[in-house]
């Protein structure tokens, strides 16, 4: 019989003409407009942030990690070494869509930073401010036209006049980052200190005059008479009056009906959205730019907290994460630094940055001392002043878009913007260090007979449940006590708004219960990336005994706020203690846990808390412990309050620990109790964990 074969059917081999006419449609739908827009903006985002985040590890504001990834991606970095990416994700033909959408994020963004600045610090230092800040920019703006005169012949546009170049030239010069430079003073806890004040009004003032300047430059430049230069700086002129004087009076009454964010709605946001559009396109229409109508718009803003705090909710996302650093690549990718091919160039270069450094230093910190400044903080004020950062890219942008600056000296000035940007925090650092050595030694005696605690908190509601534990420990009237409370953002980007209110609300419980226990307390605010590290540097300023922090969770995990405490008792040399929260008010019935010989560490803290209202302690006591000292412990004690010692079995942790209001443990118990179960947590009510230096 003829056997028959079973056909098995196979699959089917890949068609190299299917494939090659996929990948065809694929790279076509990627250059639809719609896709290529979409894709450079994952592409930019992504990037942006990467080198944002890496900026601030290594002590640098974001914003300089921004403009360096908007560099990296442009022809420069990228673009040079891999010529195909930018021909995919960034062809000629696409940039000016870029460049459209990257103009609508400097929109908003000039109104979040006209919204930013308090016209009223201005009249409250006006004096000393104003001159400082005028100095700041006539100086380097001398220098800037000084140092223009020399470049115009070799390397300014050949169709530009010199008025226009070296006017230009000046003003670039004359430019001051309030955004970077508010943050930078937050960083470093100077906002609420006589030269922090000082210089967030100094720039204040700078950022007005140079941007009014500016639009009187833009005048001169885009008009082709005397008489239309005129004309534009009158229509300017009449356009800020009608902003000033008859929309903002209207503003105010507005924002005082919708001062609550309760009663704003969609209908009040499209209405300030239409106001810093309009203006915008206003300005545009005089021939001064639209950023200068979106700053002005922001300006007039009334200066009612919580109506700003929520318009810039609703804008200050999208224009700082996703439109901002399409700005920084578009001019990334225009900044081409291999035009800087010669010795020549880069000698022009350096001069430019130099003269930038000296102009706005040096214009500064003379007129800050003339007035009155010490040399420590007129140079303070000489360094955060030389902070350019992205207000320098909007100008520089503004001047390449008008023709006045040539490829190779635009990329002179966006160099210069970002090294003046970098160099401001080492500066600060080096003054610092320079003064601290020539600082005569203080002879004036120490307080040791107070009792110095710094409490450090995120949560507000921590904040008052540290605070009434600190009062605990010590006697009344609190005449043997100080405290200290620091409370921590741990974002050093958030807006000089934002932090305003972060501070009054975190600080709020506070205060209200030190007025009510009639205790006097330091509050510092802090803004930062590292949280850790900021409260080393506050306990490494000050002269505290002991560090008292809050956790709501367990401390000997990977989470977050485990992590931060591990932090806390591994790297902060003094005394500290952890409060596990559970509801904590008094402590009038106390439990001491002792189970090694370095447990005793804890009679102290027995004491203070006897001294401060305790009524009933509880020794409980292993039996791996040495007794001997039983005795002792009870003697110390038992004229303070009433004292029981129970001894238990450290071979099972099933110990009566309810009923309490407090239990007090050391480090290493804790951790030898938590390693062997962790049940018994669950069962204990508030912990204070002591972590002793001996």
Known sequence: MEQVKQVIPQPAAANPIVLSEFWQLFAENLHHPIALLLAQVIVIVFFARLMGIFATRIGQPSVVGEIVAGIVLGPSVIGSIFPEFSAVFFPAESLKGLQALSQFGLVLFMFIIGMELDVSIIKRQAKSAIIVSHASILFPYVLGVGLSYFLYVEYAPANVSFTAFGLFMGIAMSITAFPVLARIVQERGLSKTPVGGMVITCAAADDITAWCILAAVIAVVKASSVINTLSMIAAAVAYILLMIYIVRPFLVKFAEVYASKENINRTVIAFIFLLALISSFITELIGIHAL????????????????????????????????????????????????????NLWVVCFSIIATAIVGKFFGSAIPARIVGESWHDSFIIGALMNTRGLMELVVLNIGYELGILSPEVFAMMVLMAVITTMITGPTLNLIEKTFERLRPIKTTAIDNDRYHILISFGVPAMGGKLLRLAAQMGAQPYSNLKITALHITPNSQVSPIDAQIFEQEGFAPIKELASQLQIEVNCIYRTTDDLVKEVENTVEEGNFDFLLVGSARSLFTTDRTGGVVQRFLHEIDIEIGVLVDKGLDKVRKLLLLLDTPGDMALLPYVQRFAEGGAQHLTILQTDKYVSDEKSLVQKNFSEKFSVDVLEVSSAAVDWPLIGYDLVLIGRRTYEKLTEKSSEWITKCPNILIIRSVN
């Open 292 to 343: 200068f109508g979106a700053f002005l718009a922001g300006v007039i803003i009334p200066h009612n907290l919580r109506f700003k705090e929520v318009i810039t909710e609703k804008i200050e996302d999208v224009s700082l994460v996703l439109l901002l650093p399409i700005f920084f690549v578009f001019t990334g990718l225009r900044t081409q630094i291999g035009l800087l091919s010669s010795s």
